[in-house]
């Protein structure tokens, strides 16, 4: 099929209780989504397996939850005080709030990401920028905005300014000691952690794909410097890897280098994964070489030393760190939009299917009495209580045959059991598959066997 636009997605989404507008019945609030029954079950889907590949298969990887308030000095610290600032204009005419460096880029296809503020400033004044709500060429001046969402805790006075977390990833810094302390680590190791993070975008789009909350899933991975280079590219593999077990098409990601010019203030390499979203080539995941920024920045910060006994050389030694980044609400959506496809079938019939791994498939197995009488809703019950050893399962006897599997192919269900008249005397059952739409009769006894290999290995 032709490539999915988004509003076949958002509408999807929707339609199908993946995800819904939040807040709707005020109206509506400003980028805020609810995941519904099947885009929960996505989305715990891809951190169940993630945790599982990268924490719990891993001897060299620890997970952690911290809270999402950290003390304020670690923004301090980390730099995000002075620096997690984007370019915000006003439209003079509308009032629209845009970001000045994404006006630029889309307009003047100029890359604005390294551009000196003062650029950005010099190139909204030369008054070929149009406000894209309506039209009006006149701006505001270019100011920083902080992304960080301020909050206020009972105490009083200065020392109550607290921020919720704008990313994971300063939490497994500040609990680096406690987990040499505690763990018996030896470098390289890393910590993980799934989580909310919040930014206060100023243009927040594109369905959930740029939020003002998100989750992520990240790693901090200590490292000894002479090491780096080796263990970049060891990342790069792995990620590559996830890629796969999520089943993206290949053709649809791509791997984008940041110039060493336009490089984060902590990084000396950084390559993003991209992926073709139907709005265009844009990041997906990130891979940065942090080098020993943090943990010398937090060192400086907080007075502790974060310094580990190195064996080879006897000394004690800040380790360097690799950073792995993904974020959940994109992997969800890079999902959705791979998986999505409308099919004319053969009897000249339309469905949709969405083929997406069984493994993040919100419904494992739907089990489908042809009737919902005779005895078969009771069978079927029995079967249902066998597959649910896979996840989340579903029981449908409502609607044709025919209405209930192009239900299941929507939402993704990689299999549906049909229970009929002839399953009460064989005691088998008819196994049909998503995508091939083949059916095969299974003996109730060897199904969740004969599942087990098929689909969810
Ligand atoms: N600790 C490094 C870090 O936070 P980042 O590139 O700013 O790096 C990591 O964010 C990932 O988080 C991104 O690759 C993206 O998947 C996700 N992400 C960032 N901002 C987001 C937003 N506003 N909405 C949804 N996901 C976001």
Redesign the pocket.
Do not use: N
């Given at each position: 099929m032709e490539k999915v636009s988004m509003d076949t997605i958002v509408s999807f989404c929707k339609r199908r209780g993946f995800a819904y507008p939040g807040s709707a019945i005020y109206g509506g609030f400003a980028n805020s989504y609810t995941y519904g029954p099947y885009g929960v079950e996505l989305k715990k889907n891809i951190k169940d397996l993630w945790w599982r590949i990268f924490v719990q298969e891993r001897r060299d990887i620890v997970g952690i939850d911290s809270d999402i308030i950290l003390h304020p000095r670690t923004w301090e610290a980390s730099g995000h005080v002075a620096g997690f600032n984007d370019q915000m204009v006003d439209c003079k005419k509308c009032r629209a709030r845009l970001r000045a460096d994404h006006l630029v880029e889309e307009q003047l296809k100029i890359e604005c990401e390294g551009l000196a503020d003062v650029d950005i400033t010099k190139l909204m004044k030369e008054n070929k920028i149009k406000c894209p709500k309506c039209g009006s060429m006149e701006f505001t001046d270019v100011r920083k905005f902080n992304l960080m969402f301020q909050t206020q805790m009972a105490k009083t006075g200065e020392e109550g300014t607290a921020y919720l977390r704008?990313?994971?990833?300063?939490a497994m810094f500040l609990e680096f000691k406690n987990i040499v302390d505690t763990m018996r680590v030896k470098l390289p190791f890393g910590i993980a952690q799934i989580g909310r993070?919040f930014?206060n975008?100023i243009t927040?789009g594109n369905f959930?794909?740029?939020?003002?909350?998100?989750?992520?899933m990240?790693i901090e991975y200590f490292i000894e410097e002479k090491d780096w280079e080796k263990i970049f590219i060891q990342w790069q593999t792995s990620m590559k890897n996830w890629l796969t077990l999520i089943g993206l098409s290949s053709a649809k990601c791509h791997n984008y280098e940041h110039p060493k010019e336009k490089l984060s203030h902590y990084s000396k390499r950084t390559v993003?994964?991209e992926y073709d979203f139907p709005f265009g080539r844009k990041?997906?995941?990130?891979l940065?070489y942090r080098t020993d920024f943090d943990l010398s920045q937090h060192e400086k910060f907080s007075g502790e030393t974060l310094r580990i006994h190195d064996e080879a050389s006897g000394e004690k030694i800040l380790p360097h760190v690799i950073?792995p980044?993904?974020?959940?609400?994109?992997?969800v959506l890079a999902v959705l939009c791979d998986g999505y496809r409308e099919e004319k079938l053969e009897d000249d019939t339309d469905r949709v299917v969405m083929q997406i791994v069984p493994v993040l498939a919100p419904v494992k197995v739907a089990v489908l009495p042809l009737l919902k009488k005779d005895g078969l809703p009771e069978k079927a019950q029995e079967v249902f209580n066998r597959v649910t050893v896979f996840g989340n399962c579903e029981y449908d006897e409502s609607g044709s045959i025919g209405k209930r599997y192009r239900r299941q192919d929507e939402i993704g269900t990689p299999v549906c059991v049909t229970v009929d008249h002839d399953s009460l005397t064989d005691d088998s059952v008819t196994i049909r598959d998503r995508d091939t739409m083949k059916q095969e009769r299974v003996k109730i006894e060897l199904l969740v066997s004969v599942l087990k290999k098929k689909y969810f290995v």
């Open positions: 704008p990313e994971t990833a300063q993070a930014r975008e927040p959930i794909f740029r939020r003002l909350e998100f989750e992520q990240e993003d994964i990041e997906l995941y990130g940065a950073e980044t993904w974020g959940v609400d994109r992997t």
